[in-house]
């Protein structure tokens, strides 16, 4: 398959913040990942989930929520990974410079947020609701979006490992402010990281489906 990789630097509030593009020839859609706690655009299993995406014609933006010096700071203090409202505010902005710079052209939006990533993918959403046509939630904290919830309106897939029962329980009650728009998926046999045999690539199908149905026109 055709594909354009490039990496790109966002100018977002005063942040500089570097994004790993790849786009198929065609897009039928375009994912912007939203990492979780102390990792970043080169997260192995992000990276992974991406190709999957891509081989369905979907292109991806790998993107960090923090510059280096952040990042540095979060090493140190994990203060930063759980500044909700900020990671949110960044996500957004990255919503924002794909309506204006159009790299993928005019194609629907994808959310997949990892961890905490997840909460901001679900602001982004509830905030965006006319560009960001799809969520999908791998191990993540939707809970940690709180109000904003209520006013998610995107189709919003939650995947968790079956072994992960803290976060089950916490994205169980994610989905009861969600409503009709949330679905849970449990992956049998999976941890928090989904690193047992085969449950990562399960999670990379159940996404590239959720995204190609809801991003497809």
């Not at 081989?55 to 510059?67: C, K, M, N, P």
């Amino acid at each position: 398959m055709d594909e354009q990789r490039r990496t790109v630097t966002v100018p977002i509030g005063d942040a500089q913040l570097p994004a790993d593009l790849t786009l198929p020839a065609q897009p039928v859609g375009v994912v912007l990942f939203a990492h979780g706690s102390g990792s970043s655009r080169h997260s192995p299993r992000n990276v992974a989930v991406a190709r999957t995406l891509n081989d369905r014609g979907l292109g991806t933006v790998l993107a960090d929520l923090l510059t280096p010096i952040e990042d540095e700071v979060d090493a140190r203090t994990a203060e930063l990974r759980f500044d909700i409202g900020l990671l949110a505010s960044r996500l957004t902005g990255f919503v924002d410079w794909l309506a204006v710079q159009r790299p993928a052209g005019d194609v629907p939006v994808g959310l997949f947020g990892a961890s905490t990533g997840a909460a901001a993918a679900l602001i982004t959403a509830a905030s965006r609701a006319d560009r960001v046509a799809a969520v999908v939630s791998r191990g993540g904290r939707p809970d940690l979006a709180e109000a904003a919830l209520a006013q998610v309106r995107t189709p919003t897939l939650l995947l968790v490992g079956g072994l992960d029962e803290e976060v089950i329980a916490l994205n169980e009650q994610a989905l009861a402010e969600l409503g009709d728009v949330g679905e849970l998926r449990v992956i049998p046999g999976a941890t928090h990281l989904f690193e047992e045999p085969g449950t990562l690539e399960q999670v990379a199908d159940q996404a590239g489906t959720w995204f190609t149905t809801h991003l497809s026109r």
